[in-house]
């Protein structure tokens, strides 16, 4: 049987890209039909990135590569959704600036790869690893301007912000998703909480465990990012209609480490008996006992 509903015309689509973004490109993604549509999902989905993009335009805006040409890191890439929007409509037609693609999926990078090779873009390298490990990668340059992390799952933030910190990135743009690790620690340690302070009330349901256990991993990345010199911001990335994985954290490196951030950092660690993670996950963050 034949649908009546109507299709949306090109006018309609063109209306939700960009000046000059490739058709091509947005179809080898899938985000575009092969007739050149938008279904609802494909727009949910162009519109996050296209936000997180312009978030990212204003980012790199004011910097000035460390090296010859820009150089940004896609952490949890995926299929490389952002790391291919962001290359055709803010560097493709500049001549320079390098993306690189970090992906544990060999699947994915492969087909990252051959996608880029069919596009011409050749300034977008793919690797397949982990985020943990790609510090120590002698494939990235020993510098990274903007690292970015689109719903890397779980630790896989943390491990972007250490590899941030590790290459002097100056800025760094994150949309966490999937706090399961910190979570996990509170439910471990809840009868002795719930026995110590009444604030345990605020985990003691599993389903506000996870809930407060992603919002403080966000707070505990957030000073983190300020005791190592970085000023942050938080605010979301669409509306909530669109992605329930809505929050952004921009952070910029100023180079002021503020210790005040190193403490509120600790104090948290130790009033939710956290403290496990502090060698971990926030090694840089002296503890305030040992900031001189």
Known sequence: MSSNKPQPSRQTVQADLRPGQSVELLKELHILTREGRLN???RRKLKQVEHLVHFIEDVIAPLSPHGAELTLADHGAGKSYLGFILYDLLLKDRGSGRVWGIETRADLVERSRALAARLGFARMHFL??????????????????VVTAL????????DAIAFGLAKQAQAMVLVPCCQAELA??????KALALSRTPLAELWRHPLHTRELGSQLTNVLRCLYLESQGYSVTVTELVGWEHSLKNELIIARHTGHKKRSAAERLHALLAQFGLQSLAATRYARALSPSVVS
Request: include cysteine; aromatic fraction near 0%.
């Open 40 to 42: 609802q999902d494909s």
């Open 151 to 158: 719903h890397a799952c779980d630790t896989a933030t943390d």
């Open 184 to 189: 996990a620690c509170l439910r471990q340690n």
């Open 128 to 145: 397949n690893i982990a985020a943990a490990d790609a510090a120590q990668d002698a494939a990235l340059p020993e510098r990274i301007d």
